[in-house]
């Protein structure tokens, strides 16, 4: 459950407006709790003030130092190490702009503070103290931060897990993938002499499917040139990157998914997946390499590439060359026959199973897996033969089928679920296999997946000892 506190001189304001709809839904469901907390109960002044005259002079009262640190002090223990600290938001016109991106960011946080101030700002002596982000909602002043506040609380619950229905869902709707949504339509067929585009009555899924689409290009190009051009330059990056699809798929999928941030895209490639702090690189020359360094982000904790320049390259950056695997990419848009029917989601019960069979990978990575519902196991007469999963950045892997059953197509199965599962959510399946693991490579082959011709190399950055 994800827990607001919000430190305000209006909690009734807060709790009114967003104990409402689906976010009081939300409340009453215990997927989140919101709670507000009255700045004012914090005074020593007898009269309640937590206000005064700004030194040096100025229109207006400032928000005192005290009642607002006693009132976030109440809500982070004393004892609470400073690393686990909750994340405290000041909103304030003079913060970052608060975008889709970042309530995605905050919304994996368990705990977050929202700080609302009033008249005209809270002394900064308190806020240096405190606060970790400077949010704004927009270039225009409000007269104070609990409309903000809420606004934010609004749109970072409706991403955590549970809080909307399926059909309510996230995926289609505006700044997904850097397009405006589509125009819609509800009944009567006719409107004020308007009738409902023919396309939606067809019936055919796949025609409705390309006007949504035309409709909204059309319409983020009209109203949101700046996203439009970002859209653009996606979409020309992964045909680009299609001449050499075994080569690229992993990049076109990280792009195609809205996951990769572009970098570069001329005579380097340099493709950024901050949730996994990846980087996947190409470049036309050793040359064109070095110089696409800098743009590398500090705290890349991967580098994937297909050419082995980029070796010596970053060995000398502190990396290491962690595996060597080949690229095997799954490009038929049919779902596969599975033999086996008995391959369930695993919970965290299964986590010792996982972690005996998975020992190059990390027990937390693995349990965030698992919680993110993209680890799968095989039964064979309910007990648990096998599994497989997808990782975060949407390679297929993790692929294991205990010795006793091996011989018996369990792998094969486990795989063709992977695969049709991707496909199913949109995705373009594809894994990455190491390069002497011939069984897993037929594996591959005989599944239709195509493995890429040259090699594949993670590389891992080496914190500095
Ligand atoms: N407080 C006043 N105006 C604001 C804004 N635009 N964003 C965040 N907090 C504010």
């Known amino acids: 459950m994800m827990r607001f506190h919000v430190l305000t001189l209006f909690p009734e304001m807060v709790m009114q407006g967003l104990h409402t709809s689906i976010i009081g839904r939300a409340v009453e469901n215990n997927c989140i709790k919101i709670e507000a907390v009255n700045i004012r109960d914090f005074s020593t002044d007898k009269h309640g003030k937590v206000d005064d005259y700004p030194y040096g002079g100025g229109a207006g009262m400032l928000m005192q130092a005290q009642p607002v640190y006693d009132a976030w002090h109440a809500i982070v223990h004393e004892n609470a190490e400073k690393s686990k600290m909750p994340r405290t938001i000041y909103v304030t016109p003079q913060g970052t702009t608060f975008t889709q991106e970042y309530a995605f960011a905050l919304a994996k946080e368990e705990e977050l503070i929202f700080l609302c101030g009033h008249y005209e700002g809270i002394d900064a002596r308190v806020l240096d103290e405190i606060v970790t982000d400077y949010v704004s909602i927009g270039d225009y002043v409000l007269t104070g931060g609990e409309l903000p506040a809420m606004v934010m609380i609004d749109a970072i619950s409706r991403l955590v897990p549970g809080v909307l229905h399926n059909d309510e869902s996230a995926e289609t709707e505006s700044f997904h993938m850097d397009l405006l949504e589509y125009p819609q339509y509800s009944r009567p067929e006719v409107w004020h002499g308007k009738e409902v585009p023919k396309v939606l009555l067809s019936g055919d899924h796949g025609k409705i499917a390309q006007w949504r689409l035309e409709q909204s290009k059309l319409l983020t190009m009209e109203r949101r040139p700046d996203l439009y051009e970002q859209y653009r330059r996606r979409e020309k990056l992964i045909k680009r990157l299609s001449a050499n699809k075994r080569q690229n798929f992993h990049m076109m999928e990280c792009l195609a998914s809205g996951r990769g941030t572009i970098l570069a895209d001329g005579e380097g490639i340099l493709i950024y997946d901050k949730n996994v702090r990846t980087c996947m690189v190409n470049a036309e020359s050793k040359t064109v390499a070095e110089n696409l360094l800098p743009l590398i982000p500090p705290e890349t904790k991967w580098v994937l590439s297909s050419q082995e320049f980029w070796n010596d390259i970053l060995t000398e950056q502190g990396f290491k060359v962690a595996c060597e695997c080949l690229q095997a990419c799954y490009t038929q848009r049919t779902p596969l026959p599975i033999r086996q029917k008995e391959i369930r989601p695993l919970t965290a019960e299964a986590l010792p199973y996982l972690r005996e069979h998975c020992k190059d990978l ?55 679920f992977a695969i049709n599962r991707q496909l199913a959510t949109g995705h373009m399946p594809y894994c990455h296999i190491p390069a002497d693991n011939e069984a897993a490579l037929k594996l591959q082959e005989k599944l239709g997946l195509y493995l890429s011709q040259e090699p594949l190399w993670y590389l891992e950055n080496q914190p500095q000892k």
């Open 362 to 416: 990390d027990a937390d990575y693995l349990l965030g897996r698992v919680e993110a519902n993209a680890v799968y196991g095989i039964f064979v007469g309910n007990q648990l033969a096998g599994f497989v999963g997808w990782h975060a950045t949407g390679a297929i892997g993790m692929l294991y089928v205990d010795k006793s059953h091996r011989g018996q197509g369990l792998g094969s199965s486990l795989e063709a």
